[in-house]
């Protein structure tokens, strides 16, 4: 099994950016498909981007298609997501997530996750 460690949330205003890093630790993670999710207070975790761990395709929610990207590298058990021309609706907190072998991307059942860490964004 991977531990998950997210790293780089912070406070921005809309229209700035912030670079959202997840480190694993424990076994290699290029067998692992990994995703990126969030949670708004008084909102249901959702499902932000994922990238597959065979063919490193991605995957994205409609509200962040085009303004972030999802990124991994295995060598260095990290996985990245880059949120540009951010909102004040992108306020939450950011969870990485990653699961063996996983086909589906979209999906919330991910076996292991992070603690999180918190993006604010004001207007």
């Known amino acids: 099994q991977v531990q998950l460690v997210e790293s780089g949330g912070g406070l921005v205003q809309a229209g700035g950016s912030l670079r959202l890093s997840c480190a694993a630790s424990?076994?290699?993670?290029?067998?692992?498909?990994m995703a990126w999710f969030r949670q708004a207070p008084g909102k249901e975790r959702e499902f932000v981007a994922g990238?597959?761990?065979?063919?490193?395709?991605?995957f994205y929610a409609d509200s962040v298609k085009g303004r972030f990207t999802i990124s991994r590298d295995n060598a260095k058990k990290t996985v990245a997501l880059q949120m540009n021309s951010l909102k004040p609706e992108d306020t939450a907190v950011y969870y990485c997530?990653?699961?063996?072998?996983?086909?589906?991307?979209?999906?919330?059942?991910?076996?292991?996750w992070g603690q999180g860490t918190q993006v604010t964004v004001s207007s």
């Open positions: 997530a990653a699961d063996q072998y996983r086909r589906v991307v979209v999906s919330h059942e991910y076996r292991t």
């Open positions: 424990g076994r290699t993670i290029s067998t692992y498909t």
């Open positions: 990238i597959s761990w065979s063919a490193g395709s991605t």
